[in-house]
């Protein structure tokens, strides 16, 4: 069992910076990775890594979010530059386990003013 604690939720003004955390405890983690929900639309895909440093990101934060991990802590992190009011979201960790297990974080509110 892999339970998810998220912090660095916060308000932003746009153009500001804001970096989340997730510490992850009870299995060591295979992938690691971010997905957002904003009000009244689908849960999406934010960014994910490896163990190895592999890293993915959605097109529409590629060259503004850098998502990183600490193999030792079991902790992602996802270091958000540039921010824009669409980013504004819930953002859920997500990891998956060796055993295949996908396990989600309790979501972390992000909200971007102009």
């Known amino acids: 069992q892999v339970q998810l604690v998220e912090s660095g939720g916060s308000l932003v003004q746009a153009g500001g910076s804001l970096r989340l955390s997730c510490a992850a405890s009870?299995?060591?983690?295979?992938?690691m990775g971010w997905y957002r929900q904003a009000p009244g639309k689908q849960r999406e895909f934010v960014a994910r890594?490896?163990?190895?440093?592999?890293?993915n990101y959605a097109d529409s934060v590629k060259g503004r979010f850098t998502i990183s991990r600490d193999n030792a802590k079991n902790t992602v992190y996802l270091q958000m530059n540039s921010l824009k009011p669409e980013d504004t979201a819930v953002y859920y960790c997500?990891?998956?386990?060796?055993?295949?297990?996908?396990?989600w974080g309790q979501g972390a509110q992000v909200t971007v003013s102009s």
């Open positions: 997500n990891v998956l386990d060796w055993g295949g297990v996908y396990y």
């Open positions: 009870g299995s060591t983690i295979n992938i």
């Open positions: 890594i490896t163990r190895s440093g592999s890293t």
